[in-house]
């Protein structure tokens, strides 16, 4: 009997089948060149302004602080968290986002805080030995244009998306 009801029971029980929408492969472009370098050469002149301030705070000129170690670990502190914390937060700093560009990794995904320290604590090897040569030399190297940092944290510059300004409508939640 109980072969008979368990029978029945597995006769009643249906196959589900879910599927999946998959999404088609991502096509990441590298920024160009020279968007890269003019949103650097803005963010470059934010952080020379935030450098004056503090300079003018301790009542040094620019060139005297790099021998006051502390003003000098202070410019390399406030460097590394203008970079980390905008494009941790925002995928961008503000020269990136004025030039419309973004920081993502490898699949299109938006630039995490984890990629952001990985990217942004090789700023400083990048920007060897001046005006970053070694930086500028692996963007030229590099087929997606990366520099040391975007290739151990694994995260590309590309041109962010433009907004949809119709997007589609919310689907009907009940029916």
């Known amino acids: 009997m109980t072969q008979m009801a368990d029978k029945n029971h597995h006769d009643t ?17 590298p920024a160009p060149i020279a968007r890269r370098v003019a949103a ?15 300079a003018i705070t301790f009542h040094q000129n620019l060139i005297s602080v790099t021998r006051n170690y502390l003003l000098s670990s202070s410019l390399i502190l406030i460097t590394f968290v ?4 905008f494009e941790g937060m925002f995928g961008a700093t503000f020269g990136k986002h004025l030039l419309k560009l973004v920081v993502v990794d490898r699949e299109g995904d938006p630039c995490t ?18 005006v970053y040569v070694i930086g500028v030399s692996a963007i030229l190297i590099s087929s997606n244009r990366q520099r040391v940092g975007d290739l ?6 590309t041109v962010a998306k433009e907004k949809d300004v119709n ?8 029916h």
């Open 167 to 174: 997007p589609p409508p919310a689907p009907f939640l009940f």
């Open 40 to 54: 650097g050469m803005i963010d470059s002149l934010i952080l020379f302004i935030a450098w004056t301030i503090l």
């Open 152 to 157: 151990m944290a694994g995260s590309i510059v």
């Open 82 to 85: 203008y970079y980390f914390l």
């Open 113 to 130: 805080f984890t990629m952001s320290f990985k990217r942004n604590l090789l700023r400083f090897i990048d920007w060897l030995p001046a």
């Open 13 to 29: 029980q249906r196959e589900i089948t879910t599927e999946k929408l998959s999404t088609p492969t991502i096509q990441i472009n």
